[in-house]
């Protein structure tokens, strides 16, 4: 599950201002329910026909995966442009993102009090446009771009348990598809919420 949760990440490739484009003017509401609406249909269609449904569970993961880091960059867009901030966007915000949903090592403590780059500007630039990068850098949850290895694992954690009983009750005609959405709005809905802690956290620095 590790190495799936590494390649998985290292295949997003998000375009960032098009998302921003996307979301910025919508409610946080009518966006996360299409991300939810697209990643449940996925999940029931993947385990539509038992048997097969294992061919089909990879590639409905990674699109899960992918779903998730939109749907994290379009509450950012949205957040940012509802405190008249713009585009506050970064590469790395999923990263975070992902370190808030899983409980990873230092998530608690840096959204219980306050970043100690919070309050201005670092090296001249504005906290907010630079804040993911220099918090995932230091809590080591990024390593050259890559997820690290107690990150991963933290991720990977909180996918095993899921993915096995979506995986287990694929095998059956009718309570496979409805487990199988019903776990990737699970996933989806845990990751926004995630999203909404760690950006209005990021806007507010």
Not at 11 to 32: V, Y
Not at 67 to 85: K, P
Not at 150 to 164: D, E, I, N, Q, S
Request: charged share 15%; proline share 3%.
């Amino acid at each position: 599950m590790t190495d799936f949760v590494l390649k998985a990440f290292e295949a997003l490739r998000p375009d960032l201002d098009g998302i921003f484009t996307a979301a910025a003017g919508q409610t946080l509401g009518g966006w996360k329910g299409k991300q939810q609406a697209l990643v449940t249909a996925s999940g029931a269609g993947a385990a539509a026909v038992p048997g097969l449904h294992l061919a089909g569970m990879a590639a409905d993961v990674l699109f899960l995966m992918n779903r998730m880091s939109v749907c994290s960059y379009g509450i950012g867009a949205i957040l940012g442009t509802e405190a008249r901030l713009g585009n506050v966007l970064e590469p790395e915000d999923f990263a975070a993102v992902l370190a808030v949903w899983a409980n990873a090592d230092g998530a608690k403590e840096l959204l219980a009090g306050r970043s100690a780059m919070s309050g201005g500007k670092v090296l001249g630039q504005s906290v907010y446009r630079i804040l993911a990068k220099t918090v995932c850098d230091k809590a080591g949850w990024l390593i050259e771009g890559k997820l690290s290895g107690p990150l991963t694992r933290a991720v990977a954690a909180r996918f095993a348990g899921k993915l096995g009983g979506k995986a287990a009750t694929g095998f059956l005609p009718v309570v496979g598809p409805f487990v199988g959405g019903g776990v990737n709005l699970w996933f989806l809905s845990g990751v926004a919420t995630a999203a909404e802690t760690w950006f209005r956290f990021k806007v507010s620095a």
